[in-house]
């Protein structure tokens, strides 16, 4: 599946985090505005979102990764066309035509037709 940008996308997250099935992160607060993820820290000490159904709590305030996440964030310009991959709570994991990925917020996303060949 294909979409074009609809504004210019800029990361506010110069670290992203990411961690691997099995790790175990500390568990913060669930997100307002985007309710299917929490903030999580990393044991060397970064922090971000993440979605909260990859998480299993432990019950002491730790939460074990149930699969691999990377919080990347993809940077494009108004216009750009990129390739949906998956969808998760609003976002999804995009591709940029020189093969950059990340994550694009649903709002600032229109889908294209796909043209038949």
């Known amino acids: 599946?294909?979409?074009?940008?609809?504004?210019?996308?800029?990361?506010?997250?110069?670290?992203p985090i990411r961690f691997r099935a099995g790790q175990v992160v500390a568990l913060g607060v669930r997100d307002e505005e985007w309710p299917a993820f929490a903030w999580v820290s990393l044991?060397?000490?970064?922090?971000?979102?993440?979605?909260?159904?990859?998480?299993?709590?432990?019950?002491?305030?730790?939460?074990?990764?149930?699969r691999d996440y990377d919080a990347r964030e993809l940077e494009a310009d108004r216009g750009d066309a990129v390739t949906l991959?998956?969808?998760?709570?609003?976002?999804?994991?995009s591709e940029r035509a020189d093969g950059a990925q990340g994550w694009l917020p649903e709002a600032d996303l229109e889908l294209m037709e796909e043209t038949s060949r």
């Open 1 to 15: 599946m294909r979409a074009r940008l609809l504004c210019d996308y800029r990361t506010p997250y110069a670290k």
């Open 43 to 66: 044991e060397d000490g970064l922090a971000g979102w993440a979605p909260i159904e990859w998480l299993r709590p432990l019950g002491d305030g730790r939460a074990e990764a149930l």
């Open 85 to 93: 991959h998956h969808e998760h709570g609003g976002w999804w994991w």
